[in-house]
């Protein structure tokens, strides 16, 4: 008889389930590996936590704390509401004149206007505002340039202090303007003699000029140039797609 032509088969591969463990290893070392990866599981948080701030997810820099804040931001608004001098000053010498004249009428000083189409009393106003708008441009970019980060206290702080300067402005432009007792002054002057008027402020809106301009460059300028926060770390290796079944 002769041998058969086909090889017989190969023997079957062992699967890595199938396969022996290696020396040392028997059923206790595989239940070490399971305890051992359970442990790794329940880590303390505060392990975690440190281990994520390595990554930047946890303690990071942010910034001065509230308190400083709160008195950066005080700084802040008395500095602004001080300015409110300078555009009270700015705006008694560049605000127009309202004319007045006197008269006596059965024995009786009144006052009226000498023109009474003229629009003096609407420039006057006007003055103001766009003084105001002016400080706050100014008064935000300052900021701005000094503390980029911004925050809400320095916001309010910014804001507070603007309408306090527009108060002290409104204030110091009618102290240094003509006198209040307008028929006092036309007996002083004489009858049939023009003089100026006090100095009002009519549109008492004007006065958030100020704050309202400060605080919407503030919060552009903030949003387009400050800083921003670090996108977080994931992982150091590229990404693993999952094994298909």
Same mark, same amino acid.
Request: glycine content about 14%.
């Given at each position: ?76 608004? +008395?500095?602004?509401?001080?300015? #409110? @001098? /300078? *555009? ?5 010498? =560049?605000?127009? !004149?309202?004319? %007045? ?97 006090? +100095?009002?402020?009519?549109?008492? #809106? @004007? /006065? *958030? ?5 400060? =605080?919407?460059? !503030?919060?552009? %300028? ?24």
């Amino acid at each position: 008889m002769t041998a058969p032509l086909n090889p017989p088969p190969p023997p079957h591969e062992r699967s890595a389930q199938d396969s022996w463990p290696p020396p040392g290893a028997g059923p206790g070392a595989h239940g070490s590996q399971v305890h051992g990866s359970e442990a790794h599981e329940a880590q303390a948080p505060g392990s975690q936590q440190a281990e994520y701030a390595g990554h930047g997810w946890y303690g990071q820099d942010d910034g001065p704390g509230m308190r400083t804040e709160v008195r950066e931001a005080g700084v802040v608004a +008395l500095a602004v509401a001080l300015g #409110g @001098a /300078l *555009l009270g000053v700015l705006w008694w010498w =560049l605000a127009p !004149h309202v004319p %007045l004249v006197g008269d006596v009428v059965e024995g009786n000083w009144v006052v009226y206007l000498k023109d009474t189409e003229g629009e003096q009393a609407v420039g006057v106003d006007g003055t103001f505002t766009l003084l105001a708008l002016a400080f706050g441009v100014v008064s935000a970019l300052a900021v701005f340039l000094l503390r980029r980060r911004g925050g809400v206290p320095l916001v309010v702080g910014l804001a507070v202090g603007g309408l306090l300067g527009s108060l002290l402005a409104w204030r110091v432009g009618v102290w240094l303007g003509p006198a209040e007792d307008v028929v006092a002054h036309a007996r002083e002057v004489g009858r049939g003699v023009t003089f100026s008027a006090p +100095l009002r402020l009519g549109a008492k #809106g @004007a /006065l *958030l000029a100020w704050p309202f301009a400060a =605080l919407v460059l !503030h919060l552009g %300028l903030t949003a387009l140039f400050g800083p921003r926060d670090p996108e977080p770390e994931f992982s150091d290796g590229p990404y693993q797609a999952p094994p298909v079944a």
